[in-house]
């Protein structure tokens, strides 16, 4: 089979000549903590072979020396053969159970590493990549991993066999050894050739697996929408195509295991034909007792096993190697947002937040923020308005260090943002979504996400103070309930609700409510801000706002436009000054909830307040 054609090709690692050890070097961490129990189990493995290997010595002195001739009672031998066969069953239970026992663990550890690296890679790892990918990392490839390690063992044990029979055989007479084992070399050859055909494929077969498995969680995760556009029919074609894709490569393996398996296992059979032969006229000849050739058969279906598995274990092993390849690439991924090496503490934080010369781009992407300069007092409320793209949200992402600015610096109360432990840095500035995430757990731990263990008069204040008390309470089980999968079982509204109080709960200096009240009626919003107000007061509070009701609600705008801060004042000021505010606000700002409010008279109070 030729691998021409195949789309996937140039992102094919070269193929191995030789059997590549080096996955195996890297994985060893996670092996070692296993290292005493496995020589353990495989010593026990080792016992158990050496029965094995005496069982056929054994049934060849029996037949020659009970059967063939009566130089000795059968008895003897038919107990020690039965004492022989329990124990290593006995052994081999011992065995199996300690070797699964130890590939299970693996598996558990390794996935457990990779989940915990995963949650510390940053927003932009996340940007690049698909969550079915890393998905099927941490599932199907840890299994591959897991599958070999279960098994290779196994193989190293037949491998032992093979040796320790080789040598009884020798003893017993060169030659017909020689004449039994001929055929295996070519059996080598063949496992190799069938090696160099599969690792490319296996390669592909990961891949596509976790295409399937992108596509599935993706149509999953987003039937509302696949729905709600009638658009199921291209999600089907989509994963159609993934499964195809899939299902060729897998055909290919197929057809390569297919084509291979018959060489591989019958080879080693010519072995056990020419022994017939070859013994069998030594036996009639007189050189040979009948005996050998029985214990000569048997040992050849022993020999078999390495060989006939070798093309398994191979496919284990490549598969594995993928594998690792895949988990590896992630493992490698550094965090980029990282703790400083001396973190600083802010121990009484007041919540200036100052921003000059931030200059940001996503990725390798062009500029999002340039130039950006901005000071926000401590205790201030300040509205970021802006047009769709000009960066807003981008702002609350870099306060709060998902990503780091190009140039520039970000400082909280004076302390650059980068000197501060990162987990500190988000009890101090925390962002509230417009798309709150909520976990499949009840509204209670949703609230107290930021601070498990906080009690529940704390959590109801906070959820109080969000006007959310009320609602929960009407859920089936209050503050027990738990929420279906992202929430979908609350309104989008109630869902901005719990966000904000678990925001709330975390009592930041700095809170940054990028939309988040979007979903909320316009009273509910004033109410929750005079609410926000008494639970802190003096707390800096960013609203990225889309309603002019919300603008009010802030002392001074902010306004942005193309990454950079256009000017600032007070809503008024702006609407006189700067004739693009007015633009913008007219294009991009949602009159709807309170078209019957000139901004004049709703923001009439704001006016001359601080710049
Ligand atoms: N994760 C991301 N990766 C790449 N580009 C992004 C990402 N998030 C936002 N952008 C781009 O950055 C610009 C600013 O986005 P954003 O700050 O979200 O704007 P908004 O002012 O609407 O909140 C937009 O052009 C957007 O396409
Ligand atoms: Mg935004």
């Not at 490549?318 to 400083?340: G, K, M, N």
């Not at 008390?469 to 929430?487: A, D, K, P, Q």
Request: net charge negative; proline share 5%; aromatic share 8%.
């Amino acid at each position: 089979m030729t691998l021409s054609g195949l789309p996937d090709q140039a992102s094919l690692p070269p193929g191995p000549t030789r059997l590549e050890l080096g996955w195996l070097r890297r994985i060893w961490p996670i092996l070692r903590p296993h290292t005493a129990s496995v020589i353990f189990s495989f010593s026990v493995g080792v016992v158990a072979l050496v029965l094995q290997v005496a069982v056929p010595a054994i049934v060849g002195t029996t037949i020659d020396e009970s059967i063939a001739s009566d130089n000795q009672p059968l008895q003897g031998f038919l107990i020690a053969l039965a004492v022989i066969g329990m124990a290593r069953g006995v052994l081999l239970v011992i065995y199996r159970y300690g070797l699964y026992r130890m590939a299970y663990s693996v598996e558990a550890d390794l996935r457990q590493t990779m989940f915990r690296h995963y949650t510390t890679l940053s927003h932009s790892f996340y940007d690049r990549m698909q969550s079915g990918q890393l998905i099927s990392r941490a599932q199907s490839d840890v299994r591959a991993v897991q599958l070999f390690f279960a098994v290779a063992p196994l193989i190293l044990t037949a491998v032992l066999s093979f040796f320790i029979a080789m040598t009884v055989m020798l003893r017993t007479n060169v030659l017909l050894t020689l004449v039994a084992v001929a055929p295996l070399p070519f059996v080598y050859v063949v496992g190799i050739l069938l090696r160099n055909r599969l690792f490319p494929l296996s390669w592909i077969i990961q891949g596509r697996q976790a295409e399937v498995a992108t596509v599935t969680e993706e149509s999953i995760a987003g039937v509302r929408v696949v729905q709600s556009f009638a658009a199921e029919g291209s999600r089907v074609t989509e994963m159609a195509k993934a499964a195809r894709g899939l299902r060729w490569a897998n055909v290919q393996q197929g057809d390569v295991r297919a084509r291979f398996a018959p060489l591989l296992e019958n080879l080693p059979r010519l072995g056990s034909l020419a022994v017939l032969v070859y013994g069998g006229w030594l036996v009639i000849d007189g050189q040979l007792e009948i005996g050998a050739i029985i214990q000569f058969n048997a040992y050849i279906l022993m020999l078999q096993i390495p060989f006939r598995f070798l093309g398994f274990f191979l496919i284990l092993g490549q598969r594995a190697r993928a594998s690792s390849e895949r988990i590896f690439e992630v493992l490698d991924e550094t965090p980029e947002i990282t703790d400083p090496e001396q973190p600083v503490d802010l121990p009484v934080p007041k919540g200036r937040v100052e921003m000059s010369g931030v200059q940001f781009g996503y990725g390798s992407g062009p500029d999002v923020l340039r130039d950006l300069d901005l000071v926000i007092s401590a205790g201030e409320t300040v509205a970021i308005v802006g047009g769709t793209g000009s960066g807003k949200s981008t702002v609350g992402r870099l306060l709060s260090r998902f990503y780091d600015p190009r140039d520039g610096t970000i400082t909280l109360d004076g302390v650059n943002i980068a000197d501060l432990k990162v987990s500190r840095l988000r009890e101090l500035i925390v962002v509230a979504p417009d798309e709150p995430f909520l976990f499949s757990v009840p509204v209670r731990d949703n609230l107290a996400f930021g601070r498990p263990g906080v009690d529940q008069a704390e959590i109801e204040a906070a959820a109080r103070a969000v006007d959310a008390h009320e609602f929960i309470l009407n859920l089936e089980h209050g503050y027990s309930t738990v929420v279906g999968e992202r929430g979908y079982t609350l309104s989008g509204g109630q869902r901005q609700r719990i966000a904000l109080g678990r925001a709330l709960l975390v009592d930041p200096a700095v809170l940054v409510l990028d939309d988040a009240t979007s979903a909320i009626d316009v009273e509910v919003e004033a109410r929750i801000h005079d609410a926000l107000r008494v639970r802190r007061d003096g707390r800096t509070t960013i609203l990225v706002a889309h309603r002019l009701s919300t603008i009010g609600l802030a002392d001074r705008v902010i306004f942005l436009v193309d990454g950079s801060v256009k000017a600032t004042g007070t809503h008024a000021e702006l609407l006189r000054r700067v004739p693009e505010y007015a633009t913008v606000l007219a294009h991009d700002i949602d009159l709807t909830p309170d078209t019957d409010l000139t901004p004049d008279t709703e923001l009439a109070g704001t006016e001359g307040s601080q710049e």
